[in-house]
């Protein structure tokens, strides 16, 4: 029998007042999509894909509403014909008492947070659908937030304990600049303002901080390692190779090369390497400032990867992770910044040191992994590379009008620069 045939024909059933569960089987399984009133408020969806669904239709504050009460099916995981009118005659006694069901539902699904982990996990969820970087919240979050105050009851929180989550950043980062604290502070501020979105809390004990309780004003980092710094700073890391590997070695040598910023080279795959044209293909999908550059690879460069290739043996990733992760295959954001943060005797992350200030006592100065992009931009313009050809180099675009190149701008000019690069590394290298 044609399907819509026997549809027709289960549904003379129904209104004849024949409804059982197997006249609902019947609809199921035979899969044309509809939608039957089964009894009075009560209704049976069946989708596009053949799956059933109880429906309960009810009318609140004049406005007509529809609930979906489950799937059908056997127990426990199914909803049978007869637990399908107790669930209706239980949000029909809701509506008769003057509450929506709905409403009732989701404010029953938001039980579920307790705790602030419980509202930061959903928080850094919303934060992935919205953030081209969504690992900086989470790491914040899970480093800073979470020690001190994960585990607290949301409505205990108060501005006491905001205060303890502050200084508990400050003295982790004793020494270093504000921006982690200041990053917290702004990251405590939105999760309990998710808080509040979702009407799980009704005040934010985040609010009334202000940057001078956090890290305060911040000032522009302008630490560039010169070249002589440089001969030193790759002498220590050589000689300390066991707490410097070998792959984080050739990674601080590439990010000064080619000034690339550390997210876009720790994610690089072998497919956007073309070894034949020596080209970096790099895509405005993973590039900070949304522009498709593709950049030259000096011989040099090409002679390290050709290395990292044997090292990272199948994986797709040039620097393929060290541990097994569920969230990516390639390295973490923080694993140069805590091999360099080592060799300057700093803490990293709970572990202390494993070599001490072996690079103060050398002589240089405290620097971290972003400031060698600074490097790169200092070191070309006293090579004479034009400023328009060592901004593009290092992947500055201007904004508006005067910023829009095309991937190719200065390509030519970007090979001489990253050649003479090339050249003074690969001396200190």
Known sequence: ???????????????????????????????????????????????????????????????KK????????????????????????????????????????????????????????????????????????????????????????????????????????????????????????????????????????????????????????EKSRDRAPNVDEWRIIFQVMREHQVHFSRENYLAVAMLLVLGVRKGELISLRWDEIDFDKKIWYLGKEKAKNDYDLD?????????????????AYASKYVFPSRRASKRRGYISDDTLNHALTNLFGKKTGKSASSTGNVLGKAGVEYFVVHDIRRSTRTIMSQNKVRPEVAEKAIGHVKKGVEGIYNRDAFFEERVEAHRIMAELVGAIV
């Open 295 to 311: 950049i030259p690879l000096p011989p040099l460069v090409i002679e390290w990867l050709e290395e990292l290739k044997m090292r």
């Open 66 to 217: 529809r609930m979906t009460l489950g799937k059908y099916g056997r127990r426990p995981d199914g909803m049978p014909l007869t637990d399908a009118r107790t669930a209706m005659a239980e949000a029909r006694a809701i509506v008769n008492g003057g509450k929506d069901p709905l409403q009732q539902r989701k404010r029953a699904q938001l039980s579920d947070f307790k705790t602030v982990d419980d509202l930061a996990q959903d928080w850094l969820k919303e934060m992935a659908k919205h953030l081209k970087y969504p690992s900086i919240p989470n790491r914040i979050y899970t480093q800073e937030i979470k020690p001190k105050i994960g585990n607290l009851p949301i409505d205990d929180v108060t501005g006491l304990d905001i205060r303890a989550v502050l200084a508990f950043v400050k003295r982790r980062k004793k020494g270093d600049r504000p921006t982690i604290a200041n990053d917290t502070l702004i990251y405590l501020k939105q999760l309990f303002d998710h808080g509040i979105t979702l009407g799980i809390n009704n005040n934010n004990p985040a609010a009334a901080f202000k940057t001078k309780h956090a890290g305060g004003v």
């Open 1 to 63: 029998m044609d399907p819509k045939d026997k549809h027709n024909q289960l549904l003379a059933q129904i209104k004849s007042g024949k409804t059982s569960d197997a006249i609902i089987k019947a609809l199921v399984k035979n899969g044309v999509q509809s939608f039957t009133s089964i009894e009075r408020g009560l209704y049976l969806r069946i989708s596009i894909e053949g799956s059933g669904f109880f429906v309960f239709q009810y009318q609140i504050n004049g406005k």
